[in-house]
Each structure stands twice: as C-alpha cells, then as structure tokens.
C-alpha cells in the first residue's frame, strides 16, 4: 500500500484512505486459507471477517468517495512508525467506524441490507458531503456514464451479431482456436512503481491460466491465476503472498479468460446488449452475467475491437468499479492483440506497454504454481 498521494498528483486514491485500517499486525505468513481482517491487522474493530483483498478494498471504497489518501484519517507518523501508526484511533478513523454502522443500519432497515446507500451516495469525492442543491449541476449538460452497472436494451443488434464481428476483427475463429500460449514482454508503471516504468513479462496459457512478473529496482512483483486460484506477491500489498478471494479472485479469472477471447462468450451464462459513448465515440455495450456474481461490462468499438472492461468488487460498504482499457491492437500470428493496457480501480492505476508477444510458446505448468512469498532485493 502507498500513502501520500492526492488526486492532485494524479493518484487520486491511490491505495486509499485507510480509514478503519489500524495496520499491520504481523509479517503475514500466508496459509491454506487466507487470514481475515481483524487477524492481520491491528485495532481493527468493525470490518472483521473478511479476507485482507477485501479489506483493502474497503479502503479504495474509502478513497473514491471522500478524494482522501492515508494520511487524510491515520497519524503522520505512518511513514516512520508504520506498526503503531496505524493501529491509533484518530477522530477521523473514530468518525470512519460511526459513518459504516450509519450506512449499514440505513442499508439493513430500508433497503432490506441490500447495500443501496454508500460512502459515495453522499460525499461524491468530498471530504464533506453537500446539502444545498447546485443550480449549475441542475441546469448543466447531462452526462450519462458509460460504466454505469444498469443498462438499457440496444434492439438493433444482437450479442452474437457483436461476437461475430469482434472474432473477425481478430482475425477469425480458426486462428483464434490455434492460439494456445504466448508470452509478452514490455513496461510497467503506476501507483506503485512511483511513476518509473519497470519490464514486464507475462505468460498466458489457454484456456485461462496467467502470470504476470514486474521486476522492480526492490523484486519482483508476481501475480499468478492458475485457472482456479489466484495469488499476488508484490512489494506494495499488506502482506508478502496474498490469497486473491472473491471479486479480486473473478478478476484474474477475467484477465486470463480474455487473454484467449475464443472463450469468452461461453465464460458468462447470461448476456444483455446495450450501446453507449466512449470519449464521444459510440461503443456497443455486451454485459455479461453469472449467477451470484456481479455483471462485467464489454465495450466494442466500431471496427468490433474490445476497447474496455468494466467489473465491480462488492465491499462491506459498497460496490467499487474496476476498469481495463484496450489499444494499440497489432498482429500476432494473424491474431490481432493489444499493446496498450490500462487498469484503473480505486487504488491506483497501473498502464502496461508491450513490445513483444510470442504466439504459441511453450511453457512450463510451474509458471502458473503458487508463487513464492514477495521478497525485497
């Protein structure tokens, strides 16, 4: 986790206020099962059982809504007494604890605990939410918001119609079904690399298996989805190995699904289609669904080219979006891929730049085993 950073900076979230954080307990050995909230972190008084991801999530819940980092709540002295830092209950971290029992008794007695009201349902990334109605936001131009969860049905085409322009802008079908592996190497940077671009590898595997190795000036930073469970071993998280669980768990599983977009039709049992505007360009909107899981959202632009991807985690106080965008599509062995990569959530945001995809190499199953715990240089 990284403090410090204001949106102004352009970080905005950047890991988050960590509001009811109270951190880090212990060195955070990783076991079979992923340790909860309140075994991990210190002073932890409200948001206990649930897995550390999630917890961390909760704090870019924190972040989004109120534009604040982690020293808008915690001590200052976080930077020199991370152990003790955190664990201090200050007013803010007290007023973070009222605020959560308020939203959820508001949640539990009118919304049947659904969870309808959250940090952002007022404070709309201010530190103090507004009561006055704004006659410029009444009489301004309406804005609709291309990654909103509701959507309205587009009758002018149908999901297979979309598919079927989207495999071909690929390439087609047949190529796509003989590309079963590749590797890539490129750049990295985000939040966590402090603005430097560090090289990247990542390996993928068909039908749904990824690693990917961000090798930084301090180690090396892996995240790995074996096609079942998913791990991250990277210097900026609460704990050396963490047990990706949940939301943070179906987002690995996306990002090695549309590594082989062969498969991605049949990865969601339920499709709606929309159409929407992306930077005054309009897209077509496909929204994928699951039972007992939150819809994804796929925006193709008009040559059929995925240009973005919109998910959302589920918080204890709210529902927080994750965004991936798409470009710079060049051929791979007939396949068209993308070069470009942008991840945006309310932690941060990282951009990866490739300069290289080998199609169809091979590569051991161990590149997709658990990973060592992150180890500083």
């Avoid at 950047?14 to 509001?19: G, M, P, S, Y």
């Avoid at 918001?145 to 959507?151: F, K, Q, T």
């Avoid at 990295?188 to 402090?194: A, I």
């Avoid at 699904?257 to 496909?286: E, H, K, M, Y």
């Amino acid at each position: 986790m990284r403090c410090g950073w204001t949106r102004a900076t352009g970080a905005a979230a950047a890991t988050a206020a960590v509001w009811l954080v109270s951190l880090v307990s212990v060195a955070g050995q990783a076991g079979t099962e992923p340790p909860m909230s309140e075994a991990f972190f210190k002073n932890v008084q409200v948001l206990k059982g649930i897995p550390v991801d999630e917890f961390m999530d909760t704090m870019g819940m924190f972040a989004a809504s109120l534009g604040y980092d982690c020293v808008s709540c915690h001590s200052p002295n976080i930077y020199e007494q991370r152990a003790t830092a955190y664990a201090e209950t200050t007013p803010l971290v007290q007023r973070a604890r009222q605020m959560i029992v308020m939203v959820n008794t508001i949640n539990k007695n009118y919304f049947a605990g659904q969870a309808r009201v959250s940090c952002f349902t007022c404070h709309h990334a201010k530190n103090r939410p507004d009561f006055i109605p704004s006659l410029a936001l009444q009489y301004g131009e309406l804005m609709d918001d291309p990654n909103a969860m509701a959507i309205f049905p587009d009758t002018r085409t149908t999901v297979d119609q979309v598919f079927a322009k989207y495999v071909q802008a690929l390439g087609g079908a047949g190529r796509l079904a003989a590309l079963t592996g590749w590797v890539a190497r490129g750049s990295y940077e985000g939040f966590n690399t402090g603005g430097n671009q560090f090289p990247i590898e990542i390996v993928a595997r068909a039908p749904g298996q990824r690693t990917q190795v961000v090798r930084t000036s301090e180690g090396d930073a892996v995240k790995t989805f074996d096609g079942t469970s998913a791990w991250a071993a990277e210097g900026w998280r609460p704990m050396p190995l963490l047990a990706l669980t949940r939301g943070n768990l179906e987002a690995a599983r996306l990002e090695a699904t549309v590594a082989f977009p062969a498969g991605l039709r049949q990865a969601f049992s339920q499709w709606a289609i929309s159409s929407t505007t992306i930077d005054n360009r309009i897209v077509q909107l496909l929204q994928g669904s699951n039972p007992n899981q939150l819809p994804v959202n796929f925006y193709f632009d008009e040559s059929g080219l995925l240009v973005r991807i919109v998910r959302w985690n589920r918080t204890p106080v709210g529902t927080i979006p994750m965004q991936f965008e798409y470009a710079d599509y060049r051929d791979v062995a007939g396949v068209k891929m993308p070069f470009r990569i942008v991840n945006t959530w309310t932690d941060g945001q990282n951009t990866i730049v490739l300069s290289d995809i080998q199609p169809n190499a091979a590569i051991p199953a161990a590149r997709f085993a658990r990973p060592a715990p992150y180890q500083k240089r």
